[in-house]
């Protein structure tokens, strides 16, 4: 039971240097389970599928990612036009707010009281 104690305690680097196969089958050894094992190429090709499931995954995780990010910009663009278009209906309704309040005080388009030459009209 060796061999559990140092298949935990092995850092990732120590694994790079150890056969997996030869490593598995030692395991199986120890408890006389070495029956148990598939074939090398078995155990390659099941390696190999989910090598392939997990980049399926994360294929579809960056993917999700993507278009999570896509949206989000498109959202902002849009609320930037929003907030852009509100800043121009609000600077047109000033001035034409200002243009009623000008025309207003100035009744038949004579200048309003108290502007022009600075003198009184004849009464």
Do not use: C, W, Y
Not at 32 to 37: A, E, F, I, N, V
Not at 53 to 77: C, H, M, P, Y
Not at 78 to 107: D, F, M, R, W, Y
Not at 109 to 118: K, P, R
């Amino acid at each position: 039971m060796q061999i559990d104690a140092l298949s935990q305690t092995l850092t990732p680097e120590e694994r790079d240097h150890i056969d997996e196969r030869k490593f598995v089958e030692a395991k199986f050894a120890a408890r006389d389970l070495q029956g148990m094992l598939v074939p090398a190429d078995e155990a390659a090709r099941v390696k190999a599928a989910r090598g392939q499931v997990a980049q399926q995954q994360q294929e579809l995780q960056t993917r999700g990612i993507e278009a999570e990010i896509r949206k989000t910009l498109s959202d902002a663009f849009k609320n930037i036009a929003q907030g852009q278009k509100n800043t121009a209906n609000s600077q047109e309704t000033s001035v034409k707010t200002a243009l009623e309040l000008a025309q207003a005080g100035e009744p038949d388009g004579q200048q309003a009281e108290g502007s022009g030459t600075g003198k009184k009209a004849a009464g």
